[in-house]
């Protein structure tokens, strides 16, 4: 039993994996923490419409194992290769940043 499980569990990842590609919901963006840092490196959303960042890294070579969006008082680790959504509240006009755990990497996202 414990191993169907298993198996069960690694063919879930290996679709996830494969998702990674297929096509985001409505307002989501991909952003990837790659050797560059994140990309896109700033990200515009409309206001009032429902906004998401997925957040993927590819790399062990930076230390964006982890996104911080300070304004929102948001802290995810990266898993590799494992995609994190996070939402983003639209409701008024700001710019956020997100950026590493160590304050690296400063990007925007920009609501307007
Ligand atoms: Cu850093």
């Known amino acids: 039993m414990k191993r169907c499980i298993c198996l069960l569990v690694f063919v879930l990842l290996a679709a996830c994996?494969?998702?990674?590609?297929a096509p985001l919901p409505p307002g989501a963006v991909a952003v990837t923490a790659s050797d560059?840092?994140?990309?896109?490196?700033?990200?515009t959303f409309k206001?009032?419409?429902?906004a998401s960042l997925v957040f993927t890294r590819t790399t062990d070579d930076t230390c964006a194992?982890?996104?911080?969006?300070?304004?929102?008082?948001?802290?995810?680790?990266?898993?590799?290769?494992?995609?994190?959504?996070?939402e983003i509240p639209t409701d008024k006009a700001q710019t956020l940043t997100f950026q590493c755990g160590m304050g690296m990497y400063k990007s925007a996202i920009v609501v307007n």
């Open 47 to 50: 206001k009032g419409a429902p």
């Open 36 to 43: 560059k840092g994140f990309e896109p490196s700033s990200v």
């Open 65 to 86: 194992k982890e996104v911080v969006i300070p304004d929102l008082n948001v802290k995810k680790d990266l898993p590799k290769n494992q995609p994190v959504a996070i």
């Open 17 to 21: 994996k494969k998702d990674s590609t």
